[in-house]
């Protein structure tokens, strides 16, 4: 049988150091996690199995950005599919960036959790994937108060 775990997925930077102090948190609680991960660098925070994924976009090339986003989307895709094959995924948790959006759309279908928390540096426009996140997800969170006014079915629990 397969072992139960959860899908983080996260980006660099701001994206990597949330997921960093949300597992800091969730181990608190529940000292047995086990999770597996798909991001866009090595560091893997002692996940059951790390896949690397395709940087999402390049913020300084406007034309490249679309077909970026659009491939490393289907790579985190295949790489959940895969993931889901080898482990019994409970559910999705991720800090962005829009690499999330294809897999949460899968795991939605079937059936599964899927939780998003959009960016602690967003404080008054929502991001282009917390737009789409906030649509697919099972549960949204926003680390901003000012944020709720944009996304008035949001969770606020203060920044990680």
Known sequence: MHEKVILVIY?????????RRLLNELRKSSPNLKFVSIADVDDKFGSQCHLKCPE??????????????????AVSLIQSVRL?????????????????????ILFRLLGKQVVYIESWSRF???SLTGRFMYCI?????????TMKSIFPNAKYTGRL
Do not use: C
């Not at 997800?137 to 108060?145: A, D, E, G, H, L």
């Open 84 to 104: 889901v094959a080898k482990y019994r995924i409970t559910g999705i948790v991720s800090t962005g960036p829009g690499m999330a959006v294809f897999p949460s």
């Open 11 to 19: 980006g660099r930077g701001g994206h990597k150091e949330q997921m």
């Open 137 to 145: 997800s099972n549960i949204f969170y926003v680390q901003n108060k």
């Open 56 to 73: 999402p976009r390049d913020k300084f090339n406007l034309w490249s950005a679309p077909f970026k986003l659009i491939y490393s989307g």
């Open 124 to 126: 008054y426009s929502a």
